[in-house]
T-cell receptor, first 118, second 109 residues
Framework: KAGVTQTPRYLIKTRGQQVTLSCSPI?????VSWYQQTPGQGLQFLFE???????NKGNFPGRFSGRQFSNSRSEMNVSTLELGDSALYLC?????????????????FGAGSRLTVL | QKEVEQNSGPLSVPEGAIASLNCTYS??????FFWYRQYSGKSPELIMF????GDKEDGRFTAQLNKASQYVSLLIRDSQPSDSATYLC?????????FGGGTRLMVKP
């Protein structure tokens, strides 16, 4: 069974540019969550999608956006990049998210996309 | 603001000892609790989850939950150098997981 696939794995951008990251969840998983991980702030929740709908959003500016497609694949976009956006962006999938008990919302993480903003 | 607190460490234990990792959370509505392990440069991987008060054992790992005290812990018995990693506590209330900052564990041979 294939795991969570994130692309690209590494990318370098300059301030002001935008970036799109992609995530393919485990087959059958309908919930996709995105997290930003930095040494100083740890794992910070960005947003969660279920059946193409954003169910939850973390405390990030509007420059951070996402979407989910009908096949559960998800993308996140960061516009007008800032130096502080340099981070590891982690995507995680789960069968149902938080709807049905602890087992259904176990997150499986992808390898992450490491973004460096110069 | 829902918070999950962990001691950042490093927690250093000798090989073969018991490592005890602790986590407190602020949201009394939290329903399920997770422990993830993250090796340097890798993504988090699930160790175990717990949602009922008491202990849950899985091999060398035991998770302990006390909802009245809003406290979750992870015990690692017979610690091995390969257990050296950052351990992340995560708490679910609704549709999202909130992670603590992680505790770095070092197991010395």
């Amino acid at each position: 069974k294939a795991g969570v696939t994130q692309t690209p794995r590494y990318l370098i951008k300059t301030r002001g540019q935008q970036v799109t990251l992609s995530c393919s969840p485990i087959s059958g998983h309908r919930s996709v969550s995105w997290y930003q991980q930095t040494p100083g702030q740890g794992l910070q929740f960005l947003f969660e999608y279920f059946s193409e709908t954003q169910r939850n959003k973390g405390n990030f500016p509007g420059r951070f956006s996402g979407r989910q497609f009908s096949n559960s694949r998800s993308e996140m976009n960061v516009s007008t990049l800032e130096l502080g956006d340099s981070a590891l962006y982690l995507c995680a999938s789960s069968p149902l998210g938080g709807l049905a008990g602890a087992g259904a919302n176990v997150l499986t993480f992808g390898a992450g996309s490491r973004l460096t903003v110069l | 603001q829902k918070e999950v607190e962990q001691n950042s460490g490093p927690l250093s234990v000798p090989e073969g000892a018991i490592a005890s990792l602790n986590c407190t959370y602020s949201d009394r509505g939290s329903q399920s609790f997770f422990w993830y392990r993250q090796y340097s440069g890798k993504s988090p991987e699930l160790i175990m989850f717990i949602y009922s008060n008491g202990d849950k054992e899985d091999g060398r790992f035991t998770a302990q939950l006390n909802k009245a005290s809003q406290y979750v812990s992870l015990l690692i018995r017979d610690s091995q150098p390969s257990d050296s990693a950052t351990y992340l506590c995560a708490v679910n209330a609704g549709n999202m997981l909130t992670f603590g900052g992680g505790t770095r564990l070092m197991v010395k041979p």
